[in-house]
């Protein structure tokens, strides 16, 4: 079982910039194999896709709506994958949840483990 904590959201103005934070419970050896994704839910819509790493960080996919303002990177030694947000827009707004999967990266819901999310608001 892998317990996924995620900090770092809050209020920011757009334009502005968030770095959220998904530590891990699970042993380093094991975090290290698992492709982590990030999600994010704005009220009355279905949870998206925002973007993935691969299990050893060469690979990052993302939604094209972040293309060029979001960048996901892990430290394996650290259980923590890392979703920096830039030039944040009101559209951005959402409860993101980062999620981990034993496998290759798909962009459905189809993760194993998921965290209780955290709540980013940006104000226009």
């Known amino acids: 079982q892998v317990q996924l904590v995620e900090s770092g959201g809050g209020l920011v103005e757009a334009g502005g910039s968030l770095r959220l934070s998904c530590v891990a419970s699970?042993?380093?050896?094991?975090?290290?194999?698992?492709?982590m994704g990030w999600f994010r839910q704005a009220p009355g819509k279905e949870r998206e896709f925002v973007g993935g790493i691969r299990w050893g960080a060469a690979y990052t996919n993302y939604v094209d709506s972040v293309k060029g303002r979001f960048t996901i990177s892990r430290d394996n030694a650290k259980n923590t994958v890392y979703l920096q947000m830039n030039s944040l827009k009101p559209e951005d707004t959402a409860v993101y949840f980062c999620?981990?999967?034993?496998?290759?990266?798909?962009?459905?819901?189809?993760?194993?483990?998921w965290g209780q999310g955290t709540q980013v608001t940006v104000s226009s």
């Open positions: 699970a042993s380093v050896r094991s975090f290290s194999t698992y492709t």
């Open positions: 999620a981990a999967r034993s496998g290759v990266m798909v962009t459905t819901q189809d993760y194993d483990y």
